[in-house]
C-alpha cells in the first residue's frame, strides 16, 4: 500500500536512506552520498510540506517517493515532449526502495501511484530524473513509457555537478 507518510514514518524512511547510501559505495547507481542527500532532513521537509509518501508492507516501510512541483532549474535547459509549468507538472523525486525489497515492483507500483496522482492533482505531465548510471531506474522508466528527452549536468547539493537522465510522460 502507498499513502502519505506519517510522522512516525520519518525516521524508517531515514533507514532506507541509510541502506542504499551504504551499497551506493559498492554499486554507485544513484551517487547519493551518506549524510548529504538524502538525509532525515529531506524526509522531514518532503513529510511538512505534505509531499513524502510510502510504502508499507504488514507494518514495515518498503520505499519513498516525494511528490511535488518543483522543477530543478536545469530542467530549463531541456526541451520536453509538452511545455508545461508549475502545477501542470509533477516531479518525482528521491524514489527509493528498500534494498531488502527491491526487484518486487515496488517502483512500478510507485510510477503508477504517481501517475494516478497527477492525474488526480490536474498535472498534464511528469518529469523526473536519474543518475547517468543508474541504470535499473533509466530502464523502469522506459518500460513504464517514459521518454528519454535527454542529459543535462545538475548542480548537486551546491557541491558538484552531475550528469542526469531527464525524462517526461504526458499525460
Request: charge should be negative; proline fraction near 2%; include cysteine.
Amino acid at each position: 500500500m502507498i499513502r502519505k507518510a506519517a510522522a512516525e514514518d520519518i525516521s524508517f524512511v531515514e533507514e532506507i536512506y541509510n541502506e542504499i547510501t551504504e551499497n551506493e559505495e559498492i554499486i554507485k547507481f544513484t551517487q547519493w552520498m551518506k549524510g548529504l542527500y538524502p538525509t532525515v532532513l529531506t524526509a522531514q521537509k518532503s513529510f511538512e510540506e505534505g509531499t513524502l509518501f510510502v510504502s508499507e508492507d504488514d507494518g514495515v516501510i518498503t520505499g519513498a517517493v516525494i511528490l511535488n512541483h518543483e522543477q530543478p532549474e536545469e530542467y530549463k535547459k531541456l526541451k520536453w515532449n509538452i511545455e508545461a509549468e508549475g502545477e501542470k507538472v509533477l516531479v518525482i523525486h528521491t524514489l527509493c526502495i528498500k534494498p531488502s525489497f527491491s526487484k518486487m515492483g515496488l517502483g512500478q507500483k510507485f510510477i503508477i501511484f504517481a501517475e494516478n496522482y497527477a492525474k488526480e492533482l490536474g498535472c498534464t505531465t511528469i518529469r523526473l530524473d536519474t543518475n547517468d548510471k543508474n541504470i535499473p531506474g533509466a530502464n523502469l522508466y522506459k518500460k513504464m513509457g517514459y521518454n528519454h528527452v535527454g542529459n543535462a549536468d545538475f548542480n548537486f547539493q551546491g557541491l558538484k555537478y552531475q550528469n542526469l537522465k531527464c525524462f517526461d510522460k504526458i499525460l
